[in-house]
């Protein structure tokens, strides 16, 4: 988790709030007052120094970066909205035993996407930059004087720390002793980390390595062994040369593993660009979650406070989790009468992606979740590219009413016609005739049958058969090459064959050697006639599947379209049915 300052908060999070310059940060204001909003910002609020606390003074991480982040973020939007809602922060109670660092740790100001990144970059024109790989461990403060080690501070509020001396005289990675010609007092900071052999960021992600140096500095005592494992990357030398290239060379004399090599020059977003991308995908020998980008010429040490400062900043991988509010709750309904929950989400970024909303799943589903519009969600990717709700952070009160669609109302046989409530399902209908899986209408998707749908050209599941060019020329935006191309492709599917017709319709799924064996046989005329142990006689048609096939074929509007096709099919059509479907 990156560095974070309870006491510093309401100055991060005004600092956070003007250099966001993101699609997310950048997106309307609530239109409801802020008095509406008091609870749940308070709320979130309160939960963020919660995992605070058991962070800094715990060495536990309720949390992943990704949901704390943009919980952050959410409260930045909300204060640069409403100013009025900001409140103190729960003060972090110093442990027994703290210790003050004599150079405060500053934190790090992170930057949502590229753009921003380019902006900072801009904004530190004349300075020489460095990146570094955003070493994901535990942060702590070493010091020595008269080359001597003489205390490991832990991160803490970046002001005090817990006293990790003890355990730092265990960790090989560390220092005892700097050369006799070191100057008299030197203060480092960097990553305490777990050591990993070919770890690749992009497919090991952090395998809980930060986590593993959180448990073990969390005990009394290191062994060994224990203290092998880990090993120190050092990000800050504040009270150390003026420049970088001085820094990294005497570093690297003192034995400072991994620092000079992993600290390049940069000039350009592009170049930034290019070493996240590399770092992410290639080994390193401990796991991170960014890089992390700084002037080489940064001001003294002893000027530095324990908030995000300017000549710093971060760039994090893809979140895979984020806390996003939910704005509204819609229904769908599908092809087969699935009802469906959706969110509306106040836009957040998971995965460099800009999620607006996030599917619940089924109507039982979304009850046993119960989320409803103003509650914070968390969410993941699945696969890499799919939001997922994975569970509900705050709920918020009183909760607010929502009315469902009734799950009765719809089937696989329901809205076979366009009517009041139908108009989901319908469209479900049509886009499925028109894919490949039925009639195959190439390049007639959704947005046609919404068109068709909205201008009342299309009430019945067979209505585009009779649209001619010219009424399909005078829809808007329609030329007259998408309307011949339209009508080709209704014209040519008569000669489609029974199993795509019947397959467009909404037959329920059956094996295809049983409905080819049935269709070689039989008509669909006498289909129509058949009871469920008929369909019984064919391999892979049991009890259920034969009652779902008898109701399709005796469901009025569903006879009604297979006798009309019936009868427009000539001899000479159904002589070239296979032919033109195979060669499809």
């Not at 058991?54 to 943009?70: E, F, I, M, P, T």
């Not at 420049?243 to 977003?269: E, N, Y």
């Not at 984020?322 to 989400?345: C, K, S, Y």
């Not at 009315?403 to 209908?429: I, K, M, V």
Request: aromatic share 8%; charged share 25%.
């Amino acid at each position: 988790m990156p560095h974070r300052s309870g006491r510093w908060f309401l100055r991060g999070l005004i600092v956070y709030a003007l250099i966001m310059g993101t699609p997310v940060s950048a997106s309307p204001c609530p239109s409801r007052p802020p008095q509406d909003l008091q609870a749940t910002y308070q709320a979130l609020n309160d939960q963020l120094a919660r995992w605070d606390r058991a962070y800094y003074h715990l060495g536990q991480r309720l949390v992943d970066d990704g949901s704390y982040d943009s919980a952050k973020r959410q409260l930045a939007r909300w204060a640069r909205c409403f100013p009025s809602l900001i409140t103190s922060r729960v003060a972090l109670h110093e442990p027994d035993g703290s210790q003050r660092h004599p150079i405060p740790q500053t934190g790090m100001t992170k930057l949502p996407g590229r753009p921003a990144v380019a902006r900072w970059i801009k904004r530190q024109a004349g300075h020489p930059l460095w990146i570094q790989p955003k070493v994901d461990g535990v942060a702590v403060t070493l010091v020595y004087r008269q080359s001597r080690l003489v205390a490991a501070i832990s991160r803490g509020d970046g002001v005090t720390g817990q006293d990790w001396f003890t355990k730092a005289s265990h960790i090989a990675a560390i220092p005892r002793r700097l050369p006799p010609d070191a100057p008299s007092q030197v203060t480092l900071q960097g990553e305490l980390y777990a050591r990993l052999e070919d770890h690749q960021q992009s497919q090991d992600g952090t395998d809980g390595a930060r986590a593993r140096i959180a448990g073990l500095m969390s005990r009394n005592a290191l062994t060994i062994h224990q203290g092998e494992t880990i090993g120190f990357f050092v990000w800050a030398w504040p009270d150390g040369p003026a420049t970088m290239p001085v820094r990294l060379a005497t570093l690297t004399d003192w034995g400072f593993d991994h620092v000079a090599g992993a600290t390049h020059a940069v000039d350009t977003p592009d170049d930034v660009a290019r070493w996240r991308e590399y770092w992410y995908h290639h080994t390193l020998p401990f796991a991170t979650d960014g890089i992390v980008v700084k002037r080489g010429d940064r001001p003294d040490g002893y000027e530095w406070e324990a908030a995000p400062p300017e000549w710093a900043m971060a760039w994090k991988y893809p979140a895979h989790q984020a806390i996003a509010h939910v704005a509204a709750l819609n229904f769908t309904v599908g092809r087969t009468g699935r009802i469906t929950a959706v969110a509306e989400l106040t836009p957040v970024m998971l995965g460099d992606k800009r999620i607006t909303h996030v599917s619940l799943g089924s109507l039982a589903h979304w009850r046993q979740t119960d989320v409803r519009p103003g509650d914070q969600v968390r969410l993941r990717l699945a696969g890499l590219t799919i939001p997922q709700l994975q569970d509900v952070v705050i709920r918020k009160r009183p909760r607010l009413p929502v009315e469902a669609p009734d799950a009765d109302r719809y089937d696989r046989l329901s809205c076979l016609r366009l009517a009041p409530g139908c108009r989901d399902q319908f469209l479900a209908r049509l886009e499925w005739l028109g894919s490949d899986e039925g009639l195959d209408f190439e390049g007639i998707g959704p947005a046609t049958w919404r068109q068709l749908v909205d201008a009342g050209l299309v009430e019945g599941l067979l209505d585009w058969r009779k649209l001619d060019i010219q009424c399909l020329e005078a829809l808007p935006g329609v030329g007259i090459l998408t309307a011949q191309s339209w009508q080709r492709h209704f014209a040519e599917a008569t000669a489609r064959s029974p199993r795509r017709w019947l397959r467009a319709l909404g037959l329920p799924a059956i094996p295809h050697d049983a409905l080819e064996a049935i269709l070689a046989r039989h008509d669909m005329r006498e289909l129509m006639q058949w009871a469920p142990s008929a369909w019984q006689d064919y391999s892979g048609i049991g009890a259920t599947r034969a009652k779902q096939l008898e109701d399709f074929f005796h469901h009025p509007e569903i006879r009604r379209l297979l006798k009309s096709l019936h009868k427009e099919r000539t001899p000479r059509d159904e002589g070239q049915t296979e032919t033109v479907d195979n060669a499809r």
